[in-house]
């Protein structure tokens, strides 16, 4: 999938989606996924107002927890 068909698929769905689930706010959350990150998407996002939610960078921690099963 490309920044640009992700884009595509936000647009046609997520006002939608909150709508049908009867949301008035919502904070939108994706991972740091390069296509989800690219400029195309997040001047779209900025230029919709969405508040998304900030997602850290893999940490040593988490990757260590989901070597050992934990995650």
Not at 16 to 24: Q, T
Not at 33 to 53: G, P, Q
Request: glycine share 2%; aromatic share 8%.
């Amino acid at each position: 999938m490309t920044a640009r068909v992700y884009k595509q698929i936000l647009a046609q769905n997520l006002n939608v989606s909150a709508r049908e689930m009867g949301l008035d706010e919502y904070i939108f959350m994706h991972d740091n996924d390069l296509k989800h990150t690219s400029r195309l998407v997040t001047d779209w996002i900025d230029e919709k107002n969405i508040d998304v939610l900030d997602w850290p960078p893999q940490s040593p921690v988490s990757i260590q927890l989901k070597l050992c099963g934990f995650m």
